[in-house]
């Protein structure tokens, strides 16, 4: 029962710190001794491992959903025919 509810609070602790870990911002560095804590909780917390793997999932899709996707200029050019014929229609 000690054991379970210390690996609670232990993890309750590392969410906490996780984003930041993984971010390293220097806006919100954790100190030397948080990361030290925070790596010796992941090598020994399945369910806190995990939790990093399905952040760096995301990080890793959406730095490639947003990088590198050139817009169509055929599809910009009919939006700004589009706007221009509706801001026309509103001035005639």
């Known amino acids: 029962m000690t ?3 210390r690996q609670m609070l ?6 906490r710190r996780i984003q930041r870990y993984l971010d390293a911002d220097p806006a919100a560095p954790l100190t ?3 990361i030290s804590r925070l790596e010796g909780h992941l090598a020994t917390c399945a369910r806190c491992t995990r939790v990093v793997a399905e952040h760096r999932t995301l990080h890793r899709a959406l730095s ?4 590198g996707m050139d817009v169509d ?8 025919d589009f706007l221009t014929t509706i801001n026309d229609e509103d001035h005639a």
């Open 10 to 15: 232990t993890c309750h602790w590392s969410a």
């Open 64 to 67: 490639l959903w947003s990088g």
């Open 32 to 34: 030397p001794g948080e």
């Open 73 to 80: 200029p055929g599809s910009v050019q009919r939006i700004r």
């Open 3 to 5: 054991g379970t509810l």
